[in-house]
């Protein structure tokens, strides 16, 4: 952990900043790691354990080391932004993203579950405060969990997606040769990817592809029968801005999000959205993308419909463009300060 001089008030957990991977809460830990201490100078202190304490192993870390660091420096709050924080430090404000561990515990391995069957309940009752990134997050956390002390925060969207983004770059990068509908998601149940296949197998027939970015974690159950979608795996951060903006569409098929954050960034790239209907992905689309169940046939027809359709894909880019000019990291940080700073 790095030494923190000067007297900082409040410092922010990083453990998940320092993943290679880029889900939504990894997004959120690196954008608030460096927002945060340029919104309030010499207020945060960033603290992060070493890189190869990013995942299970840094469980100890986060429940040992951290709460020894956060004492030590006489913290007014200590901000977590992944779902998880010290349970020996009383002055917490976590960021719980939603309740999928505990809502539908079979899309993790038995440990991930019990873990965060054992861990969730107690984080979220000795926290100073819990934010979470949407209202339906709000009403899972009030039900599962019990809190009522609950702050919505919505995510942002990096400035760098753009509908003039690098896409040529990205597709020599990933050997994107044909069009593709892009899917930003891991390779968990819970994505529900296999509600893609129908639409890999008809799109092939004209020429366009269905590409997966985005890995597998273990912590997760996986799918199988992926075989007709083309699997780019985890694609480097800086490519991601260019891979959104040479889509032809975005497809969402989630059977639960907690917030959503890839719907926004193809909307800020001028790519139409296509997300299942489900849990709070219509609350972050607002109107901006098409929804429709997440199930293969709908997902089937309603891309084989937009690509066909220049009109609706013109009306979805328009629409969407302006709904992601509402969503900011600047915004995040501010709003997720003033819970901070008020305790």
Not at 116 to 134: C, G, K
Not at 261 to 289: K, W
Request: charged share 20%; with cysteine; aromatic share 6%.
């Amino acid at each position: 952990m790095p030494r923190v001089t000067g007297s900082a008030s409040f410092a922010i957990d990083a453990r998940a900043a320092v993943r290679s991977e880029l889900g939504g809460v990894e997004r959120w830990a690196r954008e608030l790691a460096v927002q945060l201490p340029a919104l309030r100078p010499g207020g945060y202190a960033v603290l992060r354990p070493p890189r190869a304490l990013a995942h299970r192993a840094g469980h100890a870390w986060e429940q040992v080391a951290l709460p020894l660091r956060a004492a030590q420096l006489g913290l007014r709050a200590l901000l977590c932004p992944a779902n998880l924080a010290p349970l020996a430090f009383a002055r917490n404000v976590v960021v719980i993203h939603d309740a999928a561990p505990l809502r539908h515990p079979g899309w993790y391995s038995t440990a991930y579950a019990a873990w965060q069957r054992r861990v969730l309940p107690a984080i979220a009752r000795r926290a100073l405060h819990v934010i979470t990134v949407s209202e339906f997050s709000r009403a899972e956390l009030r039900e599962l969990l019990g809190v009522e002390r609950v702050s919505v925060v919505p995510g942002g969207v990096d400035g760098a997606f753009a509908p003039d983004a690098d896409a040529g770059r990205a597709r020599a990068a990933l050997g994107l040769a044909r069009p593709y509908v892009l899917c930003a998601a891991s390779h968990t149940a819970r994505k529900n990817l296999a509600a893609l296949v129908p639409a890999a197998r008809a799109l092939i027939a004209e020429g366009i592809e269905v590409a997966v970015a985005g890995g597998h974690r273990p912590q997760f159950a996986a799918e199988r029968g992926l075989e007709d979608l083309r699997l780019l795996g985890h694609v480097p951060d800086e490519l991601l801005p260019g891979l959104y903006a040479g889509a032809e569409a975005l497809a969402l098929p989630s059977l639960y999000e907690g917030f959503g954050l890839p719907a926004l960034e193809a909307m800020a790239s001028g790519t139409p959205v296509v997300a299942a209907a489900t849990t709070a992905l219509p609350e972050t689309c607002g109107g901006a993308a098409l929804l429709v169940p997440p199930d293969g046939e709908a997902f089937r027809d309603a891309l084989l419909a937009l690509l066909g359709d220049a009109a609706e894909r013109g009306r979805l880019r328009a629409a969407g463009l302006e709904r992601a000019a509402g969503f900011t990291w600047d915004a995040t940080a501010r709003a997720v300060d003033a819970v901070v700073a008020g305790g």
